[in-house]
């Protein structure tokens, strides 16, 4: 397992121009790019971090037996307000219900009665992972793959079935809110590897090889606080700036997700460059990440608990071809 | 935590016709009724049996590191042939793919490039968690709640989303194929509680309470030898008879599922009532059943192993007022 | 053919109580129920006023050859902002696309390649068609129905698809807002039986049986001055009025259909009775209701023209069971 | 308006090498090619033949008054059966029924109490139109435009919606079936122009420019006969060879229909070339073509009636960007 290394000194600057942000982005994706360290044919990334080994220590934070769900409700009063295109909230409907029974619609059945459901939804528009096929860069997504692998039937590389058999893992929580003595971090507030060190050093969390990491920005808070969805969805967010990605790569981190929209600060540290984390995490490191988790109820145990380590099961729908996937993610104390 | 206690010398006979079936199931579902035991509002039945004691123990399965799922994949060569009313296989389509890329319509996004997708589903039409709010008896589901809960908004009582933190524990498979000797069960064939004390004895596996029991007739394999799905999304099936139902209850069993689409023998042993478990263990002991979940590969994980229990965590999507959710159950050694 | 006749002089009055609601509503559903006119099997209401000969005087309209779609576009920009229960914008997504042709997924068909598609909506999503089996009263539905014909597997009796070979015959439209002087009308001001008589004889077209009247109220209009659809889909609205039901009845009308999502004035002008002449009109004269239909190209013509009759073919789409549909209905002069 | 022209001598011989097929194509789609011959941004091509004139002469056909929808019902046991990528039978649900009625869950609506539903369906899985974007011919659609019209999003040009005010014209049927003397065509046999202008001659029949061409081929009454689709969606099936084009050009057709899934005779009788008149006549022509209308009630109409010419109304679903429409449409007597 691997110790908690200090922050790179190096590439602190912020760009200021689109030249920049694209030198810097073009730099970090060639930096901390996996592609091929797994072999050729993997689709799983940095999930392999999770060896064997890491997932018995996981075993161990289940210490108290207490489980907190990190799922939003799927329903029609989710974050979906149009705001980013295709994307609405579920629509659930019934195949049988109550009603049908009362009107004798299943008096064939003998003495048992059922109801049954259905649910059409966009794979992204709530708690949800990104597959590693979700992104591309430069045409190009995780190991190398091209363009013609995701087509409308579907992707055939790095799709959310590839990964059927996790996300579960040790996870740690990063309360930044908490961490800066706030309510929640204000829609454009970033954060970055050095402070991802310091909130792990002050929870007192070690940071270990094969981690998932949730990081709560407490925007989710903010929305029930304010009780509207308002841009959620696709507008303004607090989330990791750029210089995060060396902490993730360091520390070898196996997965990350947070309480936003889009994980990253928005609009981007990185001018002219959209979701530059995206760009260098997932197709480049091949780090599966996590969006829309609700991060609340799990900050609020931990704390109470003074401890922000935990044993966690994430497992995506084996969707087929899928680039993406609603989760209801669990940790275990 | 409970020990294995021996079958019932009772209710050993199985009915002949209509009226004794009925006279039967009617009294193992009040004998076996579980109605207030955890309170008037529970809504979570047998999983209250998974304590922080039980889930603490079940940690201490994973003693190796190696995840098994029990997922089907969800696509649209799934299980559904029409045979169900109104269940049809997944359609999964794309908002954004490497075609649009190609064709420039991201280009106002800088150099990131994404790919979005949905599904639209039944929640039952593959591997599955059945709510308890899915069957009703006599007008009334889990806990005493009549029909006016369950309309075509969806169910307000013992929907999924109420065991939005489960379903997590001790897993146990119980290879009822591998302990007969053969390579899978034939439609029609039935397990009882007898059989299943002696195959978890065969295997060396002791039954706890809270345990969530994975019960394999092997259909799957039969449907991968056979090369088609056939009937196996409503039609005759291998599985556990009504006097299964004893083992369950008296095991305190916390869920249940199975390789098939409905769990129980098809056709039915009690002549004039379909799926009498679920009248017994799911409305009136308030027993969560899982179903088409694919028990191949734990199988023959648990072979090679020679061990027979695992954690276990499938987490049920917390789709609002619904009454099943698709699932991606792991098992972890 | 029937001559216009005069608006009644009885039920004048508008009821300031709910008591005096009830009284009047049951009144004209029963004085203006047409169970049974038509045959006790009947599931077409007064569409038969659109006799062979009725269609061949239709044909008549034809003059100019020139056709006007009242359709509004189906899309993710139309009305429903989530007002009304369930009723969503509609959900349109590829299959294949110009994309996949790009990318070579197609380059086993030679020199031949598609696109294809698939749309998912609410059936009243848009301009739309009420099927008779759309409204009960008291527990019926047209021609004296109960509820167990209406399950979730659909319509079993007065479902659309039954009148498949329809809505087609003479169209007339009533501007009401031109009559007026006004651009629309507001939210709440409401249309009787007197001022339809009086918009038709001002602009000088007679009304005949079998006629199928368009009620134009501008709202569609306001909204494109506005900007915004607002509450369109579920709020308050100008249009017809409780009295507006004799004129229809005794002007033996086909069908009916306005710029509203609803038809009727909202709040209705009787006090705890929601929607009146979907009660009278649909459930009891058994006369097929249309919404949001686009009539701002249509009056525009008309006045351009000086003539508010036409020939009007509107067929719903014939699906199985449902208790509305879409539509694109055609105006040709 | 034009006169029947007789059919050419020229290009009568059959391929029989994809090198030979190519050629032919090729010269056939050149030699056809309507591309500016509206304009440059035409977007309805062949339905501008329905001049007003067109239209007023096609009134004149509705002399009996009898209405005959084409429109098979829209349902679960449509003819789709998987053969096709990605299309399936319409999926209808309720949004609220008669069960929620019966339950108490509209107690607030006063007495109105009311239905409402949804479908989810691919626009071309029934009777439906083909847009113009349908098809693309060595990456150009319709008045030469390119792949980059039709993405995830839908086409931008020649969509479904650019034809919101057709299809509705004079309608004439060609029995080809009738004409041959047996009740059906079997898969694999083809029909020429010699045969569609004999046929056309021996029903009596003249055509005329701008005429919306229905060729029966009797495939339904096959299914019908049969008691299965089989292969009816995706398969072998009768219609229309190569050499038809020439017939539809000359005579300046609107529009094209049959009573299979791709209207031209499978295999097709160019080696190597599939779908060869969806390139002569939808990408190059700029027709519009109809598939799996439902003819066999108007032939016994027509047949019944010695008349083969009527109104025909099949106004297409205005959904914006879409590349097809379900349709119903209605021939008029």
Redesign the interface.
């Known amino acids: 397992m691997t110790e908690v290394r200090s922050s790179p000194a190096v590439g602190r600057v912020l760009p200021s121009t ?1 030249e920049e942000s ?1 030198a810097l ?1 073009d730099d970090l994706c060639l930096r901390y790019r996996n592609w091929g360290r797994w072999g050729q044919d993997d689709q799983r990334g940095t999930l392999n971090f999770i ?6 220590y ?3 934070m ?8 990190c ?6 009063d989710g974050p979906q307000s ?1 705001g980013f ?4 909230n ?16 299943q008096d064939h ?16 528009s709530g708690t949800q992972w990104d597959a590693l ?7 190009e997504m995780y190991n190398g793959h ?10 055939t590389l790095n799709s959310i ?1 590839r990964i ?3 996300v ?1 893992g040790r996870g740690i929580l990063l309360d930044i809110p908490r961490y800066r003595g706030v309510e929640w971090l204000e829609a454009g507030q970033s954060i970055d590897d050095v402070e991802l060190a310091a909130c792990a050093t002050a929870q007192g969390v070690d940071v270990r090889s094969g981690d998932i990491v949730l990081i709560r920005t407490g925007q989710i808070a903010q929305v029930r606080a304010t009780g509207s969805w308002g841009e959620y969805d696709s507008g303004p967010a607090p989330g990791l700036g750029v210089h995060a990605a060396h902490w993730f790569v360091e520390n070898e981190i196996a997965a990350l997700a947070a309480d936003t929209w889009g994980t990253e600060v928005l609009p981007n540290d990185t001018p ?5 984390l ?2 260098i995490l997932l197709v480049n490191a091949g780090m599966t990440i996590g969006e829309i988790f609700d991060l609340e109820a799990l900050a609020q145990t931990c704390a109470e608990l003074g401890r922000y380590d935990f ?1 966690f ?12 996937s ?5 940790a ?1 104390f």
């Open positions: 689109e694209v982005v060896t064997a080994e890491a997932l018995i996981a075993a161990s289940i210490r108290i037996g207490r489980v907190v769900s799922g939003l409700p799927f329903n029609s149009g295109g295709g994307r609405t579920p629509v659930h409907w019934m195949l049988q219900d109550g009603g049908d029974i009362a009107l004798g619609a059945l003998g003495v048992c009665r059922y109801t049954d459901d259905a649910v059409s939804m966009p794979l992204q096929a979700h992104i591309f860069y430069r045409g091209g363009l013609e692998h995701v087509t409308s039937t579907g992707a079935d059927a058999d996790g579960v002219g460059i959209f979701q530059p995206h760009l044993f099961s994430a497992p995506p729908l084996p969707i087929t071809g899928a680039v993406g609603p989760v209801n993610p669990l275990i």
